[in-house]
């Protein structure tokens, strides 16, 4: 499995902690940037995962800002994305069983001081499966949304 990751600069330490987290859990990582600290726009990196994602490039994708809300916002608007802004394992098992979410969005300024917390976070997300059933339905439900709200 690989997975692609991006931050914007509120997300860059952080992301550095996913890092050594992915490696230790050896899983491949594809790293859309950004590649420090230095100030940049949030659109510009969530839409390279959403877009890997959305194309099914990819199966799975993190996402980190300084809330983890703008790049979790941005995401969503791809048809096939299902992001979660997660701050804790248990919601993080949670979007996986009931939502099937495919992008893990993640608070970078809140979670860089915290990496053992950030690693259950990352670990609870991938080994979390889907659990279908009545779940299917709600995701199909959430799905249709977006092939039938068109913009004016």
Not at 32 to 43: E, H, I, N, R, W
Not at 88 to 105: F, G, K, M, P, V
Request: aromatic share 6%.
């Amino acid at each position: 499995m690989t997975i692609p990751i991006a931050c914007d600069h509120a997300g860059f330490a952080a992301k550095k902690i996913a890092l050594e987290i992915l490696q230790e859990l050896k899983v491949d990582v594809k790293d859309l940037g950004t590649y420090s600290s230095d100030s940049v726009d949030y659109p510009d990196f969530a839409v390279k995962v959403a877009e890997a994602v959305n194309t099914q490039a990819f199966d799975m994708g993190i996402l980190i800002c300084g809330s983890g809300q703008g790049v979790c916002m941005t995401a969503n608007k791809y048809p096939h994305v299902r992001a979660a802004l997660v701050q804790d394992a248990e919601t993080a098992a949670l979007t996986r069983q009931h939502n099937n979410s495919n992008i893990l969005c993640l608070p970078g300024r809140t979670l860089e001081s915290k990496p053992e917390l950030l690693k259950d976070i990352i670990s609870s997300w991938l080994e979390t499966p889907f659990e279908g059933g009545r779940h299917e339905r709600r995701v199909e439900k959430i799905s249709s949304l977006t092939h039938t709200n068109k913009a004016p």
